[in-house]
């Protein structure tokens, strides 16, 4: 080969090699952006942005929306909680009836007294001033358990208001109600309440309270001192004069 042949060659060579780096510095430039110097970076405030970046939106249409369609913002749905149910409060005669009665034991059965004498209409004043009477009357007459008949016993040692034998007498329930004070068929807490025999009165101890506090009601302290020989057995000095109310 000649001089001038190589010559030619070889510059031709030069020149495609030119070309080359020509064009890959321009790749370099539009897919990563300008090449910055690297003494310039510490100084150069200029956020960084290639063009390959700059070209992506920033919200992009989601899949299935046409561009150019409005759509809604999301909305965020509150969680929804279901109203608990609460159970109906209990009647005044549901209250009496599930209170723990024993023998010789008098809260439950004043707390009894003073719901069905409030459910009567007495004044709150009035329960009060006969509530040591009532307490008495209990003590005396019951020991405080609804269920009584005369001539029962309880067991011993006590359990709540269970008996160990059952009466035959006619007086019954907490103030030991007798059929000639009212619950004859002929006279006012049958004809009126419904109370007709002893075992009206002990049906529960809402009933056997209610003829307790009517029957004071209707004849004061009469029923329960009526002569020396009841007095015996209560301190009629409790009971405010007259009538519950009056």
Same mark, same amino acid.
């Given at each position: 080969?000649?001089?001038?042949?190589w010559?030619?060659?070889?510059?031709l060579?030069?020149?495609a090699?030119g070309?080359?780096?020509a064009?890959?510095?321009?790749?370099?430039i539009?897919?990563?952006?300008?090449?910055?110097?690297?003494?310039?970076?510490?100084?150069?405030t200029?956020?960084?942005v290639?063009?390959?970046?700059?070209?992506v939106?920033?919200?992009?249409? +989601?899949h299935?929306?046409?561009?150019?369609?409005?759509?809604?913002?999301?909305?965020?749905?509150?969680?929804?909680?279901?109203?608990?149910?609460?159970?109906?409060?209990?009647?005044?005669? @549901?209250?009496?009836? *599930?209170l723990?009665?024993?023998?010789?034991?008098?809260?439950?059965a004043m707390e009894?007294?003073?719901?069905v004498a409030?459910?009567?209409?007495?004044?709150?004043?009035?329960?009060?001033?006969?509530?040591?009477?009532?307490?008495?009357?209990?003590?005396?007459?019951?020991q405080?358990?609804?269920?009584?008949?005369?001539?029962?016993a309880?067991?011993?040692?006590?359990?709540?208001?269970?008996?160990?034998?059952?009466?035959?007498?006619?007086?019954?329930?907490f103030? @030991?109600?007798?059929?000639?004070?009212?619950?004859?068929?002929?006279?006012?807490?049958?004809?009126?309440?419904g109370?007709?025999?002893?075992?009206?009165?002990?049906?529960? +101890?809402?009933h056997?309270?209610? *003829?307790?506090?009517?029957?004071?009601?209707r004849?004061?302290r009469?029923?329960?001192?009526?002569?020396d020989?009841?007095?015996?057995?209560?301190?009629?000095?409790? *009971?405010?004069?007259?009538? +519950?109310?009056?």
């Amino acid at each position: 080969m000649n001089l001038p042949e190589w010559c030619r060659r070889n510059r031709l060579e030069l020149q495609a090699a030119g070309i080359i780096a020509a064009l890959f510095a321009v790749g370099v430039i539009l897919v990563d952006g300008p090449m910055i110097p690297a003494a310039a970076w510490d100084n150069d405030t200029t956020p960084y942005v290639s063009v390959a970046t700059a070209a992506v939106p920033e919200s992009p249409i +989601p899949h299935g929306v046409e561009a150019g369609t409005a759509t809604s913002p999301p909305v965020r749905l509150e969680s929804v909680q279901a109203t608990p149910t609460l159970p109906p409060p209990l009647t005044p005669q @549901q209250v009496v009836n *599930a209170l723990p009665y024993a023998v010789s034991q008098p809260g439950p059965a004043m707390e009894a007294y003073r719901i069905v004498a409030a459910h009567l209409g007495w004044s709150a004043a009035t329960i009060e001033a006969w509530a040591p009477f009532a307490e008495d009357v209990m003590y005396g007459e019951s020991q405080f358990c609804w269920n009584r008949i005369g001539g029962d016993a309880m067991v011993y040692p006590p359990d709540g208001c269970r008996k160990s034998r059952e009466g035959h007498s006619s007086d019954a329930g907490f103030g @030991q109600v007798t059929p000639i004070a009212g619950y004859r068929s002929d006279l006012w807490m049958c004809q009126e309440y419904g109370m007709c025999s002893k075992w009206d009165i002990v049906q529960d +101890p809402w009933h056997s309270m209610l *003829a307790m506090v009517l029957l004071m009601e209707r004849e004061g302290r009469q029923p329960w001192c009526y002569d020396d020989f009841a007095r015996k057995y209560h301190d009629c000095t409790l *009971a405010p004069a007259g009538r +519950p109310g009056t």
